[in-house]
């Protein structure tokens, strides 16, 4: 008699998965927008740049997750959700600013996350770029990438990581049987 000692699978053990898939993700979008800003030339809006700010607080309270167990990263992966979720509300108006007023708007409001200095050398204003918002939000919306529009690849972004983290918090959450 052949005795099988792997132990099968749970449904919990998926959740961390789900959440590092999040994360990968994450990473890849920000990644892909530094790369449209810096070596395309496509420069954001304020619009965009909340948009990224969803993004990190996203991969960080992900990543936060992973150091506790239980309710508290059942909890952080609900509040992940939540700004996936801001962040594809955030899409969803840019596309409408798109759709609607793409020739009435001429700028929307200018935004510097972080200010850049001397003190800080090119790295700095560089970062500083990176989350500041230049020219019209809805002008910005009409931008593709693949043949399809940023605002659309944001909000399928944004959504899908939002269900991945509601559908790995339900995981973590199972009782084992």
Same mark, same amino acid.
């Given at each position: 008699?052949?005795?099988?000692? !792997?132990?099968?699978?749970? =449904?919990?053990?998926? =959740?961390?998965?789900?959440? =590092?898939?999040?994360?990968?993700? *994450? ?13 395309? *030339?496509?420069?954001?809006? !304020? ?17 936060? %997750? ?8 059942? %909890? ?5 959700? +939540? ?8 899409? *969803?108006?840019?596309?409408?600013? @798109? ?22 050398? !090119? +790295? ?5 770029? @990176? ?7 809805? +002008? ?18 944004? +959504? ?12 973590? %959450?199972?009782?084992?049987?």
């Amino acid at each position: 008699m052949v005795r099988n000692y !792997s132990r099968p699978m749970t =449904a919990a053990k998926y =959740a961390p998965w789900l959440a =590092a898939l999040v994360i990968l993700a *994450g990473i890849v979008a920000f990644s892909l927008v530094l790369w449209l800003q810096f070596a395309q *030339g496509e420069q954001p809006c !304020s619009i965009c740049v909340y948009q990224r700010l969803a993004d990190l607080a996203v991969i960080v309270i992900v990543t936060m %997750g992973f150091f506790w167990k239980g309710p508290a990263r059942r %909890g952080l992966w609900i509040l992940a959700a +939540l700004y996936a979720l801001l962040g594809a509300a955030l899409a *969803g108006w840019q596309w409408h600013l @798109t759709q609607m007023a793409a020739d009435q708007i001429e700028t929307c409001s200018s935004v510097e996350v972080f200010q850049g200095g001397p003190a800080l050398g !090119s +790295l700095g204003n560089d970062f500083a770029s @990176t989350l500041s918002g230049h020219g019209s939000c809805a +002008l910005a919306g009409t931008k593709s990438l693949a043949g399809w529009p940023i605002t659309h690849w944001s909000m399928v972004f944004f +959504l899908g990581c939002a269900m991945l983290l509601l559908i790995a918090q339900w995981l973590s %959450g199972r009782v084992r049987n």
